[in-house]
C-alpha cells in the first residue's frame, strides 16, 4: 500500500518534471492540500469549504483558477485584507495550488429558492 502510493507519487513528479518544464502546472496535490487547509485555512473557512466566520468566503466548488488568482493577488498586494493579505505571504506556489485543488475538489449541491 504504502510503496504504491510512493510510486504513484513518484510517477505524478516524473509526469511533471517530464510534461511541464517552464510551464505553471495548475495542478495540486489532493492531500497536501487538504493538510495545510486543516492546519491554516479551517478556521475561517472550514475544511469543506463552507466559511465558519461570516466575513469569510465559502471555498467548495471554487473554480481552481479564481482560488489561485485570488491568493496570488492577496500575496501579491493587488487585493488586500487585513487577514487574507498576511495568510497569503505565507503561502509557496505550490501550497496555494494544493489548496486550490482541495477546495475546488469539494464537490457542492446547488439548490435554487423557488
Ligand atoms: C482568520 C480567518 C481566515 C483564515 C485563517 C483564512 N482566511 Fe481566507 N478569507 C478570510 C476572509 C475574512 C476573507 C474575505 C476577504 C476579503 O473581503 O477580501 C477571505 C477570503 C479568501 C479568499 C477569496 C475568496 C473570494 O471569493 O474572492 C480565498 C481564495 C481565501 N480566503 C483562501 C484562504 C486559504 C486557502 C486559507 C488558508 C491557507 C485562508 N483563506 C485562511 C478569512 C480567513
Not at 491554516?40 to 471554487?62: E, F, K, W
Amino acid at each position: 500500500m504504502a510503496v504504491t502510493k510512493r510510486l504513484s507519487r513518484l510517477a505524478l513528479g516524473l509526469v511533471f518534471a517530464s510534461g511541464l518544464a517552464g510551464e505553471r502546472a495548475f495542478a495540486g496535490e489532493l492531500s497536501a492540500g487538504k493538510a495545510k487547509a486543516e492546519a491554516t485555512c479551517q478556521v475561517c473557512h472550514g475544511l469543506d469549504g463552507r466559511a465558519v466566520i461570516p466575513m469569510a468566503a465559502n471555498l467548495s466548488g471554487q473554480q481552481k483558477e479564481y482560488i489561485i488568482a485570488q491568493l496570488e493577488a492577496y500575496r501579491g498586494g493587488k487585493r488586500h485584507h487585513e487577514q487574507m493579505s498576511i495568510i497569503a505571504k505565507m503561502l509557496t506556489d505550490d501550497d496555494i495550488e494544493n489548496v486550490a485543488e482541495w477546495y475546488s475538489s469539494i464537490e457542492i449541491t446547488i439548490v435554487m429558492p423557488e
